[in-house]
Nanobody, 131 residues
Framework: QVQLVESGGGSVESGGSLRLSCAAS??????????LGWFRQAPGKEREGVAG???????SYADSVKGRFTISRDNAKSTLYLQMNSLQPADTAMYYCAAQYCSGATVSPWSLLQRASFRRWGQGTQVTVAS
């Protein structure tokens, strides 16, 4: 089974930047065959998709983060990243990475932002943006 560990969260001022990382470990066939995603959950709200990346590098973003966040992956390091710029207080949440083996599957950009598309989840890293 693949285990996911997020890091890079913290507290920043509005307008600041953070880079989240999600390292995969454990037994998995091929990291490059996984679809990967970042989700976030603020207190009292549902967990929502922030960004996703398919095995072929196709990306998808929530409207609220387009132009500010960038998702990327390093298959050689089995690591997923989320570069977050121009952070706003509304971005304050626990951020989770997720993975799902999707080799051979047709993946739509919409599906990369859906919780139901992913079975493996990390424990989360807190991001707090002060106004």
């Amino acid at each position: 089974q693949v285990q996911l560990v997020e890091s890079g969260g913290g507290s920043v001022e509005s307008g600041g930047s953070l880079r989240l990382s999600c390292a995969a470990s454990g037994y998995f066939y091929s990291y490059s065959s996984y679809c990967l995603g970042w989700f976030r959950q603020a207190p009292g709200k549902e967990r929502e998709g922030v960004a996703g990346i398919a095995r072929d590098g196709v990306t998808s973003y929530a409207d609220s983060v387009k132009g500010r966040f960038t998702i990327s992956r390093d298959n050689a390091k089995s690591t997923l990243y989320l570069q977050m710029n121009s952070l706003q207080p509304a971005d304050t949440a626990m951020y989770y990475c997720a993975a799902q083996y999707c080799s051979g599957a047709t993946v739509s950009p919409w599906s990369l932002l859906q919780r139901a598309s992913f079975r493996r989840w990390g424990q989360g890293t807190q991001v707090t943006v002060a106004s």
